[in-house]
T-cell receptor, first 115, second 113 residues
Framework: NAGVTQTPKFQVLKTGQSMTLQCAQDMNHEYMSWYRQDPGMGLRLIHYSVGAGITDQGEVPNGYNVSRSTTEDFPLRLLSAAPSQTSVYFC??????????????FGSGTRLTVV | KNQVEQSPQSLIILEGKNCTLQCNYTVSPFSNLRWYKQDTGRGPVSLTIMTFSENTKSNGRYTATLDADTKQSSLHITASQLSDSASYICVVSAVQGAQKLVFGQGTRLTINP
């Protein structure tokens, strides 16, 4: 049982380049989300999905696109990378109704640097 | 505005000592509160989750408390170990449709031998 798998772990991009951060989970979770973590700030929600074919914007969606064609996968696309997108990105998943239990399962993160 | 404030921002203690981390929130309507541990270079891992009716919950040497009236939570670590060195994040869930979470900035805890 791998949990939430993120790839790549590290990436350096030039300004204007595009790329896709991959996220896959094998727990049959309906809910998947992408966060970014910057120094001195709490995790901020970029986009989320409550099921295949359904996505919605979070707190900081500009410059990012997502899609959810399957329950397992939730890729995050950077359309034209900017230095302000330098951050650590985390994918997280859970059941939609989380009343008790372990809550969210996070991936190990992708450290992205845009130069 | 929904906010979660944690204190202190950082804390250094000696191995074997106890410590308490604080979390104050203004999230409404409240659903639940979670404490996560985040090791350097890793994703957060859940320690506890508490609902409105729960005052105390333990997970080994970690004990979380919740006072829903004052909107405060604490995480107490007993007999600290070197492996406790990490960031501890308080996360409050608001009942607003799909999983509205508000993250605190975290407390960076360092355990020295």
């Amino acid at each position: 049982n791998a949990g939430v798998t993120q790839t790549p772990k590290f990436q350096v991009l030039k300004t204007g380049q595009s790329m896709t951060l991959q996220c896959a989970q094998d727990m049959n979770h309906e809910y998947m989300s992408w966060y970014r973590q910057d120094p001195g700030m709490g995790l901020r929600l970029i986009h989320y999905s409550v099921g295949a074919g359904i996505t919605d914007q979070g707190e900081v969606p500009n410059g990012y696109n997502v899609s959810r064609s399957t329950t397992e996968d939730f890729p995050l696309r950077l359309l034209s990378a900017a230095p302000s997108q330098t951050s650590v990105y985390f994918c997280a998943s859970s059941y939609v109704r989380v009343i008790s239990g372990n809550g969210y399962t996070f991936g190990s993160g992708t450290r992205l640097t845009v130069v | 505005k929904n906010q979660v404030e944690q204190s202190p921002q950082s804390l250094i203690i000696l191995e074997g000592k106890n410590c308490t981390l604080q979390c104050n929130y203004t999230v409404s309507p409240f659903s639940n509160l979670r404490w996560y541990k985040q090791d350097t270079g890793r994703g957060p891992v859940s320690l506890t989750i508490m609902t409105f009716s729960e005052n105390t919950k333990s997970n080994g040497r970690y004990t979380a408390t919740l006072d829903a009236d004052t909107k405060q939570s604490s995480l107490h670590i007993t007999a600290s170990q070197l492996s406790d060195s990490a960031s501890y994040i308080c996360v409050v869930s608001a009942v607003q449709g799909a999983q509205k979470l508000v993250f605190g900035q975290g407390t960076r805890l360092t355990i020295n031998p």
